[in-house]
């Protein structure tokens, strides 16, 4: 798939970009992307959440009330789940929710999601550009030249410029991250790919069979 190179800009250079039908153009594989979301956003879950058992609450022991007579149902102790205050029955305990899936699963799924995301003509190549000094402003007019405005940006580049990065960092639809840092769930989460020239190699080199 041949796409054009643009210029920080917003104009169409005289260059052009291969890019690799083995990486951005297979039949997408939807199992393996929803496998790598799943563990993705599982990964991310802290696990902290806790709920006190009745063994584990503080509270007296003394029967409330006799058993029978009363014209209500028994009740034998404070710390029953039936009492505000009470206990939590079944309730979450900390636990770690990580799961592991091979790599070649996890590269089926990036490749698939690079392949939809050409297909709906998502993905834009830019020539390798950086930043004097890091300014906002300067990312905002990146965005307006190439039309990215107001559209969920990731902007991948093949090493980290702190000026660049520094530049993007207020603006809430807009990510930066380096190419071997890729994953599914950014790529799908994203609305436009931005691709420095250089990036395009290092996808290409990283998920080469």
Do not use: W
């Amino acid at each position: 798939m041949e796409v054009t190179v643009y210029s920080v800009s917003g104009e169409v250079t005289s260059r052009k970009i291969n890019l690799d039908d083995a990486i951005f153009g297979i039949e997408p594989n939807d199992h393996a992307i929803y496998l790598d979301v799943k563990q993705h956003m599982a990964n991310k879950r802290q696990g902290t959440h806790s709920s006190k058992e009745k063994s584990m609450l503080t509270g007296s022991t003394r029967k409330l009330k006799k058993q029978k007579g009363t014209g209500g149902a028994r009740a034998g102790s404070i710390k029953s789940p039936l009492f505000k205050g009470g206990a939590r029955v079944f309730g979450p305990h900390p636990r770690d929710y990580n799961f592991k899936l091979n790599k070649k699963l996890k590269k089926l799924a990036r490749i698939s999601a690079l392949s939809y995301k050409a297909k709906d003509e998502s993905i834009r190549v830019i020539e390798d550009f950086t930043f004097e000094t890091p300014k906002t402003k300067n990312f905002i007019e990146l965005l307006k030249n190439l039309n990215t405005e107001g559209r969920k940006t990731l902007l991948v580049t093949n090493n980290v410029d702190m000026n660049v990065l520094l530049s993007s960092r207020n603006l809430q639809r807009v990510k930066v991250i380096r190419a071997s840092d890729l994953n599914t769930y950014e790529i799908l989460d994203a609305g436009c790919l931005l691709l420095t020239e250089s990036s395009v190699k290092e996808i290409e080199s990283v998920h080469a069979n």
